[in-house]
């Protein structure tokens, strides 16, 4: 319970994961590694997949929102449903078939829903950084939260000034 308490105030400043690929609508994970850090008030992301090294900044005053999701892999579950009813039909020929292609279909729904896809997502007015999680989420969620936590002061100035000068005026 002490280390709990311990994790929750500490302040995560950079994470790391796999980099996310683009395949049609869906975010897919790739070879490699993403790492993201707070320097200063920017956000810099590092993704070095094979020969390819990527360098994104984004000013933490311009990110939106941020998200975190967690999916079963969909690709697995669609092929373990398919083998599903290929089993059904193969029962008709053989049991055997049959037997050894519904095994093979419920062991890749189980597998496609309990090791879930979880990735961590930063919007910014035209940039996205996503980062596929290979720790605990809870580490991800704590970084998601300081970040929004310094978005929202390094805007609240203004915001401040701004009242401050009205009051004077009126």
């Known amino acids: 319970m002490n280390g709990t ?21 869906v975010l897919v994970p790739a070879r490699g590694t993403i790492i993201v850090k707070v320097t200063g008030d920017t956000l810099q992301g590092t993704t070095k997949t094979g020969l ?45 078939l049959g037997l050894i292609l519904l095994v093979i279909a419920v062991a890749l729904i189980v597998y496609a829903i309990t090791n879930k896809r979880r990735y961590l ?21 704590q970084f998601a939260m300081n970040v929004l936590a310094l978005s929202r002061k390094l805007n609240a100035p ?4 701004t009242r401050h000068q009205t009051q004077i005026q009126a």
Request: aromatic share 10%; charged share 15%; glycine share 6%.
């Open 5 to 25: 308490n311990m994790r929750t105030n500490q302040q995560v400043v950079e994470i790391t994961g796999a980099p996310a690929q683009v395949w049609g609508n």
């Open 52 to 96: 390819e090294k990527r360098e994104t900044w984004i000013r933490i005053q311009n990110i939106d929102s941020v998200e975190t999701l967690e999916a079963p892999i969909y690709a697995l579950l669609g092929f373990g449903g398919f083998l599903a009813f290929s089993a059904l039909g193969a029962f008709r020929n053989s049991s055997v």
């Open 121 to 141: 997502a930063i919007y910014s007015h035209r940039n996205a950084i996503v980062v596929f999680m290979n720790k605990s989420p809870e580490l991800y969620q």
């Open 158 to 161: 203004s915001n401040t000034q």
